[in-house]
């Protein structure tokens, strides 16, 4: 599969003014979302803990995370940020993508909304 890419916004609120905004590579590896932490500061939003995380070489790594509002396709959400490394590309994890409806088409490596939500 290639990679496919989102404008993604983040803000520490609804109605926050500031932001983050960038392409993120959907990581459907990943659960949370990741973006570097001097952009994450820089839009407001503040670490209000630490997770360690398992990444795809194996190893694990403790980062801080932050909780903020996640827009992307015209669909808003909210959820856990981890604060990564200065020169990390952003990742939309596979928590934000689900709990808008929008799962990833391997086929045709693009994002499609569900008709609806699963609540089973």
């Known amino acids: 599969m290639g990679l496919t890419h989102v404008t993604v916004t983040l803000r520490s609120g609804v109605q926050a003014k500031k932001k983050y905004q960038a392409d993120f590579l959907v990581d459907t590896g990943a659960t949370d979302c ?14 209000v803990g630490k997770m360690m995380y398992e990444l795809a070489d194996g190893s694990k790594v403790q980062y801080p995370f932050g909780l903020a509002v996640i827009e992307f396709m ?45 609540m089973k």
Do not use: N, W, Y
Not at 34 to 47: D, E, F, T, V, Y
Not at 85 to 95: E, K, Q, R
Not at 109 to 117: C, F, G, S, W
């Open 74 to 118: 015209g669909e808003i959400t909210a959820g856990r940020i981890v604060f990564g490394p200065d020169d990390c590309a952003p990742l939309l994890g596979v928590t934000a993508l689900e709990s808008v409806g929008i799962m990833v088409d391997p086929a045709k490596q693009t994002l499609k909304r569900l008709p609806a939500i699963p």
């Open 34 to 47: 990741m973006a570097p932490a001097p952009a994450l500061r820089r839009a407001g939003i503040s670490p």
